[in-house]
C-alpha cells in the first residue's frame, strides 16, 4: 500500500472522511420514503455484511476459514426469539445474543483450534451439521417447525434497519480497531505463521479462542437482529449450512483480509441474492460457485484486488506489490513464489 | 434387544460398512496423491446417483448395470475436472485452502447443475429389488442392500490390486510415499495426478450410484456422506486403502448400534439425532487424536 501513503493530503482526508460519508448516507435514506421492498433489501444487505464483516476478523486477518459461522447466526436467532418470548426488550436480546454465540464460540473453538488449516475447515463443517441437527430436534426451538416471534408493537421497518446499521458499523468499527491494534498485529503474524508467531510470545491457541469470540457475537447480534424482523425461522433456515457457505463466501468475493472487502462482498452478496432468490431460486449459489473458482485461480484478492489492478492500470503506477492477505490464507506461509 | 436382533443389526452394520467404503475410497486416493480435500467428493456422489436414475427410467438399464458404466464415465468427467481446474493449482506437501475452496466452489455449481436439470424433488430408484427381503432363518435382508455389499466389495479388491499390482498403482504410491523422489525416478507425476483424479472421481460416481439405489436423493444428495467419507479417510489414517475399509466398519457400527444404547432405560440417542453421529465423531476423533492429525502434516504414512 506504500503509493497510497505517498498520495498529496487531500486524498487522505478523502480516505478518512469517506466511513462517515457513507454512514450519514445510510443513516438518512430511509427519509427518501423508499419502498417496503428496498427497506428490506437494505436490511437484508446489513445483516449479510455484518457477519461477513465478522467472519473476516477470523477467516482474513488469523487466516482460519470456518464453514461453521451459521451456528452462532441461529444462536443469535434463538436466543433473541426465545427471551422476546419471555417479554424482554428487543436490544437487550441482541446482547444476550452476542453472548450466547460467543460462550458457544469458546465451546467449540476449545476442540477445534487444536487443529490446523484445511483440518479445522472440515471440523467446522461437522460442527455446524451436527448443530443443525440437534436444534432441530430440541423442544426449546420448537424443532423443525420454527420459531415465531410476536411482537405486540407495529412493524417499524425503520427501526429494523437502524438497528442492522449500528451493526454493521460495530461490525466495521471493532475490525477497524482489531486491525490497527496490537492483538490485530498478532492475528496477522498467526496467519503467516502461526510457529514463528509463537515464538515471538504470540499465544496462537488463546488469540484465536479470543478472534473467534469477538466474530462470533457479531454474528450473534447479527442473527438476533435478522430473527427479530423475519419474525419467523427454523433451524433449516438460520443453522442451514447454506447459511454458513453464505458468510464465507462474502469475505472471500469481496476480498480476504482487508475490512472494505468483507463490507463489498457483503453489500454485493446481500443485492445480489434477494434479487436472485425472488426470481431464480438456486441460481445465487452457482454464481457464487463460479465466483469462487475464478476468484481462487485468477484473483486470490477478490473483488478488492480487481479494483486495485484497475486503479493501477489507471494510474499507471509501478507494480504494487498490494496485499499478501489472500495468498497468506489461501496457500499458507507467505504466499506462493512467481504469482 | 434379544440375539437374532443384535445379528441383524450387526449384518446391517457390515452392509452399510461396504458402501461406505466404497464411498470414501474415492477420496482417499485424490487426497494421498495430491493433497487436495476433495469437497466436490459430495457433487460427484449426487450425479452418480442421478446418472443410475436417468439411465433406469430412460433406457430401463438395470442400477447396477448403471453403477458398473459410471465408472468410465465418472473416470473421464474427472480427467476433465482435472485438466480444468485442478491442474492449475500449486503443488503443496500439504493441503492448501486454495485447494478446498476451489473444489468447493465446484461443488457449489455442480449442485446447482443438478437443481436445473432435475428441480429439488426426491428421486428414488425403485426396481423389484428394491424392498425383496432375503430371508435365511430368521434374519432377513433386503436384497438390493446384499448386491449394493457385493459390488461395492469387488471394486474395493479391484483397487487394491491396481493398487498393488500395476505400474499405475506403483506410480501412486511412489507420489504418496515421497512426490520428489517418485518425479527423480521418472513418475510422470502430472499424469499420474490426472488419472487419479479421474480413478476417485470414478469411484465417487460408482458410489454415489449405488447410494441412489438404497437412499432417495436430491442435488443436495451428498453433503451427510461428505462429511461421513472424511470421518471415514480421518478414522483409517488418510492415505490408505484398507484404513478406509476399518474407518467404514467403525463409524458403520456406531451409527448402527448407537441408537440402541439404553441408559436407565432411555434411549440416549433417538432415531432424529443418529445423523449427528457421523458429525460428532469427526469433531471427536481430531478431538481426541489431535497428535496423531497434526502429525500428519509432516510424517507420511504409508500405503498398505
Known sequence: ?339 | MNLVQGLNLLIAALLLAGIYAAMAVGMTVIYGVMKIVNLAHAGFLMLGAYFAYELFERFHIDPLLGAVLALPVFFLFGMGVHWLLVRWLPKSDTPTLASLLLMFGFWLVLQNVGYFIWGNDDRSISTPRTNFPVTVGEISVPEVKLIVFAAAVVCLIVLQLVFNRSWFGRSMRALIQNPYAAQIVGVDDARTSRLTFGLGTAFAGFAGALLGMIYSFTPEFGRPFLVRSFVIIVLGGLESVSGVALGAIVLALLETFGPQIKFHGEYILPDSLQPAISFGLLVVVLLIMPKGLSSLFTAKRRLT
Open chain 1, 1 to 339: 500500500m506504500s503509493p497510497e501513503k505517498s498520495t498529496s493530503s487531500p486524498g487522505r482526508w478523502v480516505k478518512a472522511l469517506l466511513p462517515w460519508l457513507l454512514l450519514a448516507v445510510l443513516l438518512l435514506l430511509p427519509a427518501g420514503n423508499p419502498s417496503p421492498n428496498v427497506m428490506k433489501l437494505l436490511f437484508i444487505t446489513a445483516v449479510w455484511t455484518t457477519t461477513s464483516v465478522a467472519w473476516n476478523l477470523l477467516g482474513g486477518m488469523a487466516g482460519q476459514v470456518s464453514f461453521g459461522f451459521a451456528v452462532f447466526f441461529g444462536l443469535g436467532a434463538y436466543t433473541t426469539g426465545i427471551l422476546m418470548h419471555l417479554g424482554w426488550s428487543p436490544y437487550l436480546t441482541f446482547l444476550e445474543a452476542g453472548a450466547v454465540a460467543a460462550i458457544a464460540s469458546v465451546l467449540i473453538g476449545l476442540p477445534t483450534f487444536r487443529l490446523r488449516g484445511p483440518y479445522f475447515v472440515i471440523a467446522t463443517i461437522g460442527v455446524t451439521e451436527a448443530v443443525r441437527v440437534i436444534m432441530n430436534n430440541l423442544d426449546i426451538t420448537g424443532g423443525s417447525s420454527g420459531y415465531r416471534i410476536l411482537e405486540t408493537k407495529p412493524f417499524n421497518a425503520a427501526e429494523h434497519y437502524y438497528t442492522a446499521i449500528v451493526a454493521v458499523a460495530l461490525a466495521v468499527a471493532v475490525s477497524s480497531l482489531v486491525a490497527g491494534s496490537r492483538f490485530g498485529l498478532a492475528l496477522r503474524a498467526i496467519k503467516q505463521d502461526q510457529d514463528a508467531a509463537a515464538d515471538t510470545g504470540v499465544n496462537p491457541y488463546f488469540a484465536k479462542l479470543k478472534v473467534h469470540a469477538i466474530a462470533a457475537a457479531l454474528v450473534g447480534i447479527a442473527g438476533g437482529i435478522y430473527a427479530r424482523r423475519a419474525a419467523f425461522f427454523y433451524p433449516g433456515d438460520v443453522f442451514a449450512f447454506n447459511t454458513g457457505i453464505s458468510i464465507l463466501l462474502m469475505p472471500v468475493i469481496g476480498g480476504i483480509g482487508t475490512v472494505w472487502g468483507a463490507v463489498l462482498g457483503g453489500v454485493i452478496f446481500g443485492m445480489v441474492q434477494e434479487q436472485l432468490d425472488a426470481n431464480f431460486p438456486n441460481v445465487h449459489l452457482l454464481l457464487y460457485g463460479l465466483l469462487l473458482i475464478l476468484i481462487i485461480l485468477f484473483e486470490p484478492d477478490g473483488l478488492v484486488g480487481l479494483l486495485r489492478r484497475a486503479a493501477r492500470l489507471l494510474r499507471r503506477r509501478r507494480e504494487d506489490p498490494g496485499s499478501k492477505d489472500a495468498d497468506q490464507v489461501l496457500w499458507g506461509r507467505g504466499g506462493i513464489a512467481g504469482r
